[in-house]
C-alpha cells in the first residue's frame, strides 16, 4: 500500500503540472479555436530564464520566479500580436500552420543563443521530505497542488465573476456578435493570451522544481502531453483540464510502476484515442461552434478528347523525365542526386495528404505513422524475401501500401466520426501510439524483429530516380484520376458541404473512409522508397514532427492544389540542403520564413489553383486566354 500511494501523491503531482499547463490551452483555444502549440516552448523559455535569473545574474529564488513568469506572459501577448492578429479572418490550417511555425523559431533559437545541452537550474529551495504514516510527501508536491489548485479557483473567478471574464466568454461564443455590443474583441484575445502564458509561466516554474534543467526540446513533448490533457477534460473547460491533467499524471505514474514506462506514452495516447470516440469533447467539454456562383455557358465550347487530354499529359512526363535523367547523368553530384531522390519521396508524401486535408477537408496529423507502417512492412519483406531482388522490391513496395491502406481503413472508420482538431488529435494520438510500438514491441515479442530504437538495418538498397520517379507518375495520375471521377466528385462535394452531399444521397462516411484509405496507401508507398533509400529505419524518424512537416508542404503549397504540393514538397526539401553551410541558423530562418508565409499568403503559394496543359489549350482554342484581362479593361474604359 505504500508503493500505492506513492505512485499517487507522484501522480497528483505531476498531473496538476500537466492541468495547470493544459489551463492555458484551454484558455486559448476556448476564445479562438487555435492549438496553440508554441505553448510548450512558452514553458521553455521560462525555464531558461529562471536559469539565466539565478546562475547567471546570482539573484534570489523569489526574483526568478517573478521573472519567468512575467517573461512567459509578455512572450505570449507579443506572440499574439506579431503572429496571430493578422490572422483573424484566416483559415485555421493557417493559424495552425503559424502556431507550428512559432514553435519551431523558438525552439531552435534557443538551441542557437543556449546550445542543445542541458542546463542545470539551481533548486528554488529546500525539498524537505515529510511522512504521511510511512508514505513519503515531498515539499515540491504539496506546493505543486496547492498552487494548481489556487491558480484554477483565481482562473474560474475571473472568467466567471469579472468584467473581463464575461467579455472573454462572449468573445468565445460569437466574435462578431460581442463587436457589435461594443467589447473590445483584440484586447479581450491578447488577456487570454497573457493569462494563459502566466499560467505556463507558473507551469514552468512548478516543472523545474521537480525537474531542474532546461533543454530547448523541453517544451515540445511537455506541452503534448498538457495539450492531450486539455482534450481528456474537455477543451475549453476549466474544471476539466484540471481532471485531465491529474488522470495523465497517475496514469504515467502507475503505467511506469507495473514495470511499463517505455509504454506510458502509447497508454496514453491510447486513452485519448477511446476518450475521443466515446466522448469526442472531452470529460466535462461541451460541443464547440463551428465557424458558389455558378454562371453556365450557353454557347458550346470547344473541347478536348480524353485520349488527346491524357497524351498531352503523357509528353510532358516524358520530357520531364528526359530533363531529370540527362540531370541526374551530367548534371548532378552523388549527393544532389540523392536529394533528388528524397524530393521525388516529400512529393508522394504530400500529394497523398492532400487527399484527406485538400479534397476532403479534414486534418490528419498521423501521416508519418502511415508512412511508418509502409516503412517497416517494406523493408522486412525486401529483407527476408527469397525472390529476386526486383520482384521483392515490387512487392514490398505493394505490400506496404496494403498495409498503410488496411490501417487507414482500420483508423479511419472510428476516426471519421470525429471532424476538425478532434480527428487531428486522435490522429495525431495513433501516429505516436505506432512510433512507440516500434519502439518498444521486440520486448512483447520475445525476438528481435523491429530493432527498437537501435534501427532496422542492412534493408537493401533498392530505391534509384528511375522507380522512385515511376512511383510519382503512377501517385500523381492515381489521385488525378481519382478527384477527377464522380468519387472524386463526392470527396469535393462533402468537403464542401457534408450535411448537403448527403442530402443529395452521397454515403459520406464510405467516401471519407476511402479518401483516407487513399491517403494512407500511397504514404505508405513513399515509406516503403524512404525505407530502400536510406538502408536503415529508426522510429524516431517518424514522430509527430514528421507528420507536422508533411502538413507543411500541403498548406505551404495549397490545399487542394496538386501542383502546390509539388512544388512545395520540392522547396522545402532543397532548402535546408542548400542552406547547410548555415547549419546554425537555418531552421530559424525556416520557421520564419514559415510564419510570414501564412500571415502574407494565409491560402499557400497556388491556393486552389491546379496546373493543367490541356485547359490551357481550351482557351487559347475558345479565345478565352486573355478575356478576363481584356474584360477588366474595357470596363475601367466604360467608366
Known sequence: MTVFFSQLINGLSLGSIYALIALGYSMV?????????AHGDVIMVGAYMSWFVMNQLGLGPVTAVCATILTCTLLGVVIEKIAYTPLRS??????????????????????????????????????????????????????????????????????????????????????????LMGINVNSTISFTFAVGSALAGIGSVLYCCSYPQATPTMGSMLGLKAFVAAVLGGIGSIPGAMVGGIAIGLCECFVSAIGLSAWKDAVTFAILIIVLLVKPTGF?????????????NKLKRKTLKMPVRYLMNTVLVVLLFVLLSFMTQNVLSTYQNKVLLTVGINIILAVSLNVSTGYLGQLPLGHAGFMAVGAYTCALFTKYSPLPSGAAFVIGLALGAVMAGIFGVLIGIPALRLTGDYLAILTLGFGEII???????????????????????????????????LCV????????????SRHGRAVLAIRDNEIAAESCGIQTTYYKVMAFAFSAAFAGLAGGLYACYLGVLDPSTFGFMKSIEILVMVVLGGMGSMLGSILSATVLTILPEATRSFESYRMVVYSLVLILMMIFRPGGLLGSYDFSMSRIVEKAMNGELFRKKNADKEGADHE
Open 90 to 179: 484566416a483559415p485555421r490550417i493557417s493559424l495552425l500552420i503559424t502556431a507550428i511555425g512559432v514553435s519551431f523559431f523558438l525552439e531552435y533559437t534557443a538551441e542557437l543563443v543556449m546550445g542543445s545541452g542541458a542546463k542545470v537550474i539551481p533548486s528554488y529551495y529546500d525539498n524537505k521530505t515529510f511522512y504521511l504514516g510511512k508514505v513519503p510527501l515531498g515539499l515540491t508536491s504539496i506546493i505543486t497542488l496547492v498552487v494548481t489548485v489556487l491558480s484554477m479557483l483565481v482562473l474560474t473567478f475571473l472568467v466567471q465573476k469579472t468584467k473581463l471574464g464575461k467579455a472573454m466568454r462572449a468573445v468565445s461564443e460569437d466574435m462578431d456578435a460581442a463587436r
Open 473 to 484: 507518375v503512377i501517385t500523381c495520375f492515381a489521385i488525378h484520376a481519382m478527384m477527377k
Open 284 to 296: 466535462l467539454g461541451r460541443r464547440k461552434r463551428c465557424k458558389g456562383d455558378c454562371n453556365m
Open 435 to 469: 512510433r512507440i510500438t516500434l519502439n518498444n514491441i521486440d520486448d512483447v515479442l520475445g525476438f528481435k524483429l523491429f530493432y527498437g530504437a537501435k534501427g532496422l538495418k542492412n534493408i537493401p538498397k533498392y530505391s534509384n530516380y528511375w522507380n522512385v520517379f
Open 29 to 37: 483555444y476556448g476564445i479562438i479555436l487555435l492549438l496553440n502549440f
